[in-house]
């Protein structure tokens, strides 16, 4: 199914148990969702891209929170209050640097698996995800959402509380490899 929005058409998917999407736009300002994915930085500060957008939003309680959670390491999940933001919880997440960490694939599936157990544990309904480390953490953005749309369907498979999953992708080039990893998957 397909619904356009903003001349961009947004792709959802339902399983079993959840409505998968798939659209452009903002993390930050995703007012429907019970917790947006921070692609944390170790140290769970402002960063770039992400990291940024979200810290520049919630801070500085955001980082009063983060702090004591600090350092994690890559594949590793952790949750906070999500103050300023129009969230209950941000999820911060760390993936992968690319040629850096390894196993990578194993660690960006680790990210998202851990995330969702973290909804889950929280009885949360609807999470929003950036496309991580496909910025500066340089992964090959094909490679990362395949990991990341079959980690999201493969863990929807136990979902007791979620049932609602979206990737707020930046632009339109990473949303189309978005889409079209998603359209080859059988759901």
């Known amino acids: 199914m397909f619904t356009f929005v903003r001349g961009i058409p947004d792709m959802i998917k339902k399983t079993e148990n959840i409505t998968l ?3 452009t ?4 300002k995703q007012h429907d969702t019970d917790a947006i994915v921070n692609a944390a930085n170790a140290e769970l500060k402002i960063g770039g891209g992400v990291a940024g957008a979200i ?13 004591p959670l600090a350092p994690i390491k890559p594949g590793e999940a952790v949750i906070t209050e999500a103050p300023n933001l129009p969230n209950r919880f941000v999820i911060h997440c760390l993936g992968p640097v690319y ?5 990578a694939d194993t ?3 680790r990210c998202y698996k851990n995330a969702l157990t973290l909804a889950e544990e929280n009885q949360l309904e609807s999470i929003a995800f950036p496309a991580i480390s496909t910025g500066a953490f340089g992964f090959p953005m094909k490679d990362a959402a395949r990991i990341a ?3 999201v369907l493969d863990e ?7 049932r609602f999953v979206t990737f707020v992708l930046f632009d339109e080039k990473t949303y189309s490899v978005h889409a079209e990893v ?3 998957l059988e759901i």
Do not use: F, M, W, Y
Request: proline residues 5%.
């Open 55 to 67: 810290h520049s939003a919630g801070d500085p309680e955001l980082e009063q929170l983060t702090r």
């Open 25 to 28: 736009g903002n993390i930050v």
């Open 107 to 109: 660690l960006l599936a």
């Open 21 to 23: 999407e798939l659209k």
């Open 182 to 184: 998603l359209k080859s």
């Open 99 to 103: 040629g850096r960490d390894e196993p």
């Open 156 to 162: 929807s498979k136990h979902a007791k509380s979620l």
């Open 149 to 151: 749309i079959q980690t």
